[in-house]
């Protein structure tokens, strides 16, 4: 049996997007900013023998609202 730990990409891995009075997924790449100690993390998981697994709800895609 594998270990792992799941980590939220969204406010977890990389910074929330302050729009509209509100904290969002980003939308493109330019708002894309990985968080401070998010690389630090995953790299002392992993050296634990843990899977790092990420996941996300994308409501964004479902609404159209991501910039291709």
């Given at each position: 049996?594998?270990?792992?730990?799941?980590?939220?990409?969204?406010?977890?891995?990389?910074?929330?997007?302050?729009?509209?009075?509100?904290?969002?997924?980003?939308r493109n790449l330019s708002?894309?900013?990985?968080?401070?100690?998010?690389?630090?993390?995953?790299?002392?998981?992993?050296?634990?023998?843990?899977?790092?697994i990420v996941i996300?709800?994308?409501?964004?895609?479902?609404?159209?609202?991501?910039?291709?």
């Amino acid at each position: 049996m594998n270990k792992a730990v799941f980590f939220d990409r969204d406010g977890v891995l990389n910074e929330l997007i302050n729009r509209n009075g509100g904290y969002y997924s980003p939308r493109n790449l330019s708002e894309f900013r990985i968080c401070k100690n998010s690389i630090e993390v995953t790299k002392f998981t992993k050296s634990k023998g843990y899977l790092n697994i990420v996941i996300s709800n994308q409501p964004d895609i479902e609404r159209g609202y991501l910039i291709k």
